[in-house]
C-alpha cells in the first residue's frame, strides 16, 4: 500500500511492467521544464538502444557538472572555478555591470554581443506576493561588490514585469542611500511590458539596452 501511495498515478499506465529503476529515472527526468512522461520515457529508452555506453557518457556528464561547477564567488553565473569566464576575462570592462534575475537572462544579453562589461546574478526578482525579500536574493553581494570594486555603471536588466520594475527600483534607492557615486540605467524603449530578458530577440534587447535610461 506504502509503496503504491509515493508511486505517482501515471506509472500505472505508459511504465507498466517496466523495472523500478527505470520508473525513477522516468520520474526524474519528468521535472526537467518540456518534459512530459512520453518524452522522458522516449528519453530513456533511447539511452537504453543505445548500449550502456550512451547511458554512462550521460551520467558521467552528469556527475562532472555537479561535481565541478559552482557559482562564481563574484556574479553567480556558473564556474569551475572561484571566478566564471567573465569575471575572469581581462578584457572585459569590469566598471560596468549588467544586472539581470538568472543565467538564462544573462546568456540573452551576451548573445546580442553589444555589451561587454560584467555581470551580477540576482536569482530572482523582489516579490512581497511570493514573500521574496532583496535578502534573499543576491542583493546585498551586490552592494559590497558597488563598494569595493569601483564600479561606474549599473544596467538593470530585469524583467519588464511589476516584480522587475521594483527589483530595478529597490537597487536603484539601495545604491543612492548608500551615497556611491554609480550611473544606474534601465533597458528603455521596446521591451513590452512583463517580458522576461530572456525571450526576447537580439535587435528589440540590443536597441533597450542602447537606449538605457536613468533611473
Ligand atoms: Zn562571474
Known amino acids: 500500500m506504502v509503496a503504491e501511495a509515493v508511486r505517482p498515478r501515471w506509472c500505472h499506465s505508459m511504465n ?19 518534459v512530459g512522461e512520453k518524452t522522458a520515457l522516449r528519453y530513456v529508452l533511447h539511452m537504453l538502444s543505445g548500449g550502456m555506453n550512451r547511458a554512462s557518457d550521460l551520467s558521467a556528464a552528469l556527475v562532472e557538472v555537479i561535481d565541478r561547477v559552482r557559482p562564481c564567488s563574484r556574479c553567480g553565473f556558473p564556474a569551475e572555478g572561484d571566478l566564471c569566464g567573465f569575471c575572469s576575462d581581462q578584457t572585459r570592462d569590469m ?6 534575475e538568472s543565467v538564462g537572462d544573462l546568456l540573452a ?15 530572482g526578482s ?9 535578502e534573499k536574493l543576491r542583493i546585498p553581494e551586490f552592494a559590497r561588490r558597488v563598494e569595493q570594486e569601483g ?7 530585469t524583467g519588464a514585469d511589476a516584480e522587475g520594475e521594483t527589483t530595478a527600483l529597490y537597487i536603484s534607492k539601495m545604491l543612492e542611500s548608500r551615497g556611491l ?25 540590443m536597441r533597450a539596452i542602447r537606449a538605457r535610461r536613468e533611473l
Open 16 to 34: 507498466k511492467g517496466l523495472p523500478e529503476s527505470i520508473v525513477r529515472l522516468v520520474g526524474e527526468l519528468r521535472k526537467l521544464p518540456g
Open 95 to 100: 566598471r560596468s555591470v549588467c544586472v539581470v
Open 109 to 123: 544579453v551576451e548573445r546580442m554581443g553589444e555589451f561587454h562589461g560584467v555581470y551580477h546574478i540576482l536569482g
Open 126 to 134: 523582489v516579490s512581497a506576493l511570493r514573500g521574496i525579500t532583496p
Open 151 to 157: 564600479i561606474r555603471e549599473v544596467i538593470v536588466a
Open 181 to 205: 557615486q554609480v550611473r544606474v540605467t534601465r533597458p528603455a524603449t521596446g521591451i513590452p511590458m512583463g517580458s522576461s530578458i530572456e525571450y526576447l530577440d537580439g535587435v528589440t534587447l
